[in-house]
């Protein structure tokens, strides 16, 4: 089974900060995911990777393969990133998740 | 807008009772999933399933089973209700190499 680290557990930075979560995780897979979830329970995919890196809008996510480890990065952040972050690897569907890093992005 | 849908965002039920959770996807995704969140520990598979009648167990079955008779719909049965399976339970769809689709929740209350 999985384990899944994610780091920090928390995290508040002022608006317009560079933001970045990891995710650390133990053993082989074949896809890690990125999701945020906004208070009230809402979840949305935010990256599905297997190598390299994907950039969508203000968001960066990275993974390194050999390292077992992937980072998510925020640009310019803004009080709207203001989530959870979580983290989900595994071999197939049945995935692993982290128990998340809770951002605030203070105005 | 593409969505997935779950039947009650919020609901009470008693221990011993029979609970249904409903889950409907309007994208023709083969596969749907079932989790459920408690504080500390994320999110925990408890059933998936890839195609219509097929259906896996995940992580944490016990208590639960599933039905999925229709390819948009995918059921969460609670035989008999105990407090601890008072939690949030969300319902998600992919499909092959795409991200996931969530719904939006339901918190469970069992008293």
């Known amino acids: 089974k999985n384990e899944v680290e994610q780091s920090p557990q928390n995290l508040t930075a002022q608006e317009g900060e560079f933001i970045t979560i990891n995710c650390s995780y133990s053993?082989?897979?074949?896809?890690l995911h990125w999701l945020q979830q906004h208070p009230g329970g809402g979840i949305v995919s935010l990256f599905m990777?297997?190598?390299g890196k994907k950039k969508h809008g203000r968001l960066i996510a990275t993974i390194n393969i050999q390292e077992k480890h992937s980072s998510l990065h925020i640009t310019a952040s803004h009080p709207r990133d203001s989530a959870v972050y979580i983290c989900?690897?595994?071999?197939?569907?049945?995935?692993?998740f982290g128990t998340g890093t809770r951002l605030t992005i203070i105005p | 807008d593409v969505k997935v849908t779950q039947s009650s965002r919020y609901l009470v039920k008693r221990t011993g009772e029979k609970v249904f959770l409903e889950c409907v996807q309007d994208m023709d995704h083969e596969n749907m999933f079932w989790y459920r969140q408690d504080p500390g520990l994320g999110l925990r598979l408890i059933y998936f399933s890839y195609d219509v009648k097929m259906k896996e167990k995940g992580d944490i079955p016990e208590g639960y089973s599933v039905s999925r008779e229709k390819k948009e719909r995918f059921s969460l049965i609670l035989e008999s209700a105990s407090t601890n399976q008072t939690s949030m339970y969300l319902c998600a769809s992919r499909t092959g190499g795409f991200g996931y689709t969530f719904g939006s929740g339901t918190r469970l209350t069992v008293v």
């Open positions: 990777l297997s190598s």
């Open positions: 053993v082989g897979i074949s896809a």
């Open positions: 989900a690897v595994g071999p197939n569907e049945k995935l692993t």
